[in-house]
């Protein structure tokens, strides 16, 4: 049985007065007869219409669940009736209406509740889909402030309200489309206004953020859609590989700046310390004038702090961390002193970027290095993401480096793993432990440092093709030899000097320098025998 009900809102209008028009929701029957009562006592003739805009179905029949499903048009409500009618009398049916009747803002909303915290890359993801609720309006806002609201109730961290390091999004409204409304052009027109702020390799990975949320949603959460709009999206092409190495004296700059930078962090952190016993036990009449008198202290003892600070390199050690193991930039800040063998020369790392473990080798001056670090903190390298990044800045303008990321001494580290050796057996690094020193899970991507093993490999090939014996081939008759193959029989040789015939095991005379190969010799290894017909 199927049940077609208006549910379109009530208007009231009066005629020559359009600001009195106030229109009421379907369930609202009574206000609509109050307004209405108080404009027939200002002598005003109000008239009551209803929209058709919203109509539901509700179709129950045996053998199948109950289904509810809102239309825009009772046009459009009978065609999914008779739809529906259809499919079931033909065993075809699909239920869209689970899809049709929540948007993908809510559906984000969800994700990041249930979802993100079990994906690797979460807090990326956070950051990005609560971005879009952001910029997406009004409605948007009100799904944020449920969604803060929800994690409070799950004593779950809120990340703040603004979001001051991103790039905001336009034409993202549509996320409030109902979910079999979202369209591939919907997705499109917002890919090709990202391309106007953000670099291709962005876009493309908000747009994988996508994709993982259509997966679920149709795979795992059971909304069907007649076709997920993300198959015929056509990504941006673009290639951000980069090959940036350390050239000319770079490296011993980098280590210099990263010494400097040392020194300038300890010795401010000395410094305030120092101001902190000095202005100890001091009172003061207001907050500016405790601060004159420490801008003061400090001052003073500036010069001091720097002669007597006691260094920590650890920037230094972070910088020949990367250049010496080859880490990912994450896998070294969330390394911990629990997870270091000095004895075995390994770092643990419990998950990287492929979701696999895997060790880090350890050379023992980089062991030496570490063990000049304080061990105030479980992290061997305890600095968040944000310092790091201005640290590294300041380190490179100091250096005088330009285009280098902190990235690129990965890719430093593995390169030199490649070239070591000079060709000779076993003074270089196999492709098996090459893929162990990289962590890379698929060969494939050491592809890009094939071309570093090129010269090694020219100087192995001459080696071992050196010792190997040569095939020359047969050699071939010249044409002053004056032999004919008709000379030549199963049995004897002819000598074409004098004409006789000699026996084949006979040797032959030959004027030929001394050390060349005789005439015999050469007709042997030229013969086939074959048998004589009589």
């Avoid at 609509?32 to 008239?47: D, I, Q, S, T």
């Avoid at 825009?72 to 009747?101: M, P, Q």
Wanted: charged fraction near 30%; hydrophobic fraction near 40%.
């Amino acid at each position: 049985m199927a049940t077609v009900q208006n549910r379109s809102r009530f208007r009231v209008t009066v005629r020559h007065h359009p600001s009195l028009t106030r229109e009421f929701s379907y369930n609202r029957l009574a206000e609509v007869k109050v307004y209405m009562a108080e404009l027939r006592e200002r002598g005003l003739k109000p008239r009551v219409d209803q929209l058709a805009d919203h109509f539901e179905v509700r179709i129950r029949q045996r053998g199948y669940p109950p289904l509810s499903i809102t239309c825009a048009s009772e046009v459009e409500a009978e065609a999914f009736v008779r739809k529906v009618e259809e499919e079931h009398s033909r065993g075809l049916f699909v239920d869209y209406t689970k899809a049709h009747n929540v948007t993908l803002a809510e559906l984000l909303v969800r994700f990041l509740l249930d979802e993100s915290s079990r994906r690797r890359s979460c807090e990326l993801e956070r950051y990005k889909m609560e971005g879009w609720l952001a910029d997406s309006g009004p409605a948007g806002e009100r799904l944020l402030v449920r969604y803060r609201d929800e994690l409070r109730r799950r004593n779950q961290p809120v990340r703040p309200a603004k979001f001051q390091m991103r790039d905001s999004a336009t034409h993202i409204a549509w996320i409030h489309k109902r979910l079999t409304a979202v369209t591939t052009e919907d997705i499109d027109i917002f890919m090709r206004d990202r391309l106007e702020d953000v670099a291709p390799g962005t876009v493309d990975r908000e747009l994988d953020i996508l994709s993982s949320v259509f997966n679920v949603v149709t795979k795992v959460w059971g909304y069907r859609l007649q076709e997920n709009p993300m198959t015929g999206v056509r990504r941006p092409r673009y290639f951000n590989e980069r090959d940036r190495r350390l050239v000319g004296d770079e490296e011993q700059r980098l280590l210099a700046a990263a010494r400097a930078e040392d020194h300038a962090r300890c010795a401010e952190a000395h410094l305030q310390r120092l101001v902190d016993s000095a202005v100890e036990g001091l009172s003061f009449t207001s907050v500016s004038a405790r601060k004159k008198v420490r801008a003061a202290r400090s001052a003073e003892l500036r010069a001091h702090a720097a002669t007597t600070c006691r260094v920590v390199p650890l920037m230094e050690a972070f910088v020949q961390f990367q250049l010496m193991a080859g880490p990912r930039r994450g896998e070294t800040l969330d390394l911990t002193w629990a997870r270091l063998d000095f004895d075995a020369q390994t770092a643990f790392i419990p998950l990287t970027k492929n979701g696999r473990t895997r060790k880090l080798s350890l050379r023992s001056d980089l062991l030496d290095l570490l063990e000049r670090l304080p061990r105030t903190d479980g992290r061997v390298f305890p600095i968040g993401v944000d310092a790091l990044a201005a640290a590294w800045k300041r380190i490179c303008v100091t250096a005088g480096v330009e285009d280098l990321h902190i990235h690129d001494l990965r890719h430093e580290a593995i390169s030199r793993v490649a070239e070591l050796g000079d060709g000779t057996p076993g003074s270089g690094f196999g492709l098996v432990e090459l893929q162990a020193f990289s962590g890379h899970r698929d060969t494939r991507m050491l592809l890009r440092y094939a071309h570093l093993c090129a010269s090694r490999m020219a100087r192995r090939l001459d080696e071992a093709f050196a010792k190997a014996p040569v095939h020359k081939g047969r050699r071939r008759l010249g044409g002053g030899s004056e032999v004919k193959v008709a000379n030549l029989t199963a049995e004897t040789l002819v000598d074409t000097a004098t004409g006789t015939r000699k026996a084949a095991d006979a040797p032959v005379e030959s004027t030929a320098p001394l050390g060349s190969p005789s005439p015999t010799d050469t007709l042997r290894q030229n013969v086939i025998t074959l048998p004589l017909r009589r």
